[in-house]
């Protein structure tokens, strides 16, 4: 009996643990053997290849990390051609792959699906959708319930009933209830929270901004106590898998998110410290069933009435 089994709508995962997108990639590989994860989400990408913002574009804060990257990534022509594959090579059949991407309007996201359905290998799209929409005076996409009912509807209709869709939500919102519930009547199969909040920090010596852009969105274990409020708000107010992700570095975080209603966790920034974070995790949640003899899907959402 695998205890550690569970999924989102229609993937199946060996076990609750995955990776936030942006802050893994198949070079981990040479640490652990990828098929220990649960599944793998790839680095968002984009129509055209982006080079990212100028650096610096990273810098620590108290238990976190406020980054600028700028989605940079080689597109999607070259993902699609070149890093696939090499997934692909990389992954058994238990190991689902997720791919992440991003557009700045509704059609391009929508052509962006439909290159990917093209592609063999890929069980599941996680829609990016902190990005500005650049018919809407670049008002992000994530921050506005009607552009996200209007894009979960088309790419819905635009992707292979066997694949699952995922919106990942920002936090940079009033509700992320509103947002969450506009992307579950549009059709979407899952969620994804949360994204990186917006933060800043300044070099109190000189007053220069420590990113060039001067600011950028906050991750890491500072965050972990919002993304949990987020999660059990979300799971409270809609019957879809949630994927929770946001400051988690131990099992015992990924179990905190568990209880407020995840179906499974996604480790981020806690990779950059340790390599093996989500094998620790892992291996910490199988103790943890073991222990208390249970399997890990009776215990989602069950905050208030276990124990
Ligand atoms: C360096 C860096 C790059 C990121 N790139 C992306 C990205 O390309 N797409 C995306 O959806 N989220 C991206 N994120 C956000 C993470 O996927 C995740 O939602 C967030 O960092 C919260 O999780 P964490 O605190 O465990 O890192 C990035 C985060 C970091 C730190």
Known sequence: MNRLSTGLKKIVFKNPVTVASGTFGKEYNQYFDLNKLGAIVTKTITNNPKAG???????????????????????????????????????DETTPLIVSFSASTINE???????????????GYEVNISCPNVEKEGISFGVDAP??????????KAISSKRELIIKLTPNVTDITEIAIAAVDAGCDSLALINTLMGMKID???????????????????????ALYN?????????????AMGGITSYQDALEFIFAGASAVAVGTANFVNPYSTVDVITGLKDYCIKNDIAITKIIGKTLTFC
Request: hydrophobic share 40%.
């Open 109 to 123: 996201f929508v052509d962006m699906i439909k290159t990917l359905e093209d592609n063999e290998g890929i069980e």
């Open 147 to 156: 552009q996200v009912y209007e894009l979960t509807n088309k790419l819905r």
């Open 204 to 226: 109190w010596c000189s007053g220069k901004p420590m990113i060039k852009k001067g600011f950028g969105g906050l991750s890491g274990p500072a965050i972990m106590p919002i």
């Open 231 to 243: 999660v059990f708000k979300v799971a409270n107010k809609v019957d879809v898998p949630i994927l």
């Open 53 to 91: 913002n100028h650096p610096p574009r990273l810098v620590e804060t108290t238990g976190g990390l406020i980054n600028s990257i700028g989605l940079q990534n080689p597109g999607i022509v070259r993902f699609c051609r070149d890093i696939l594959p090499e997934y692909r090579s990389i992954l």
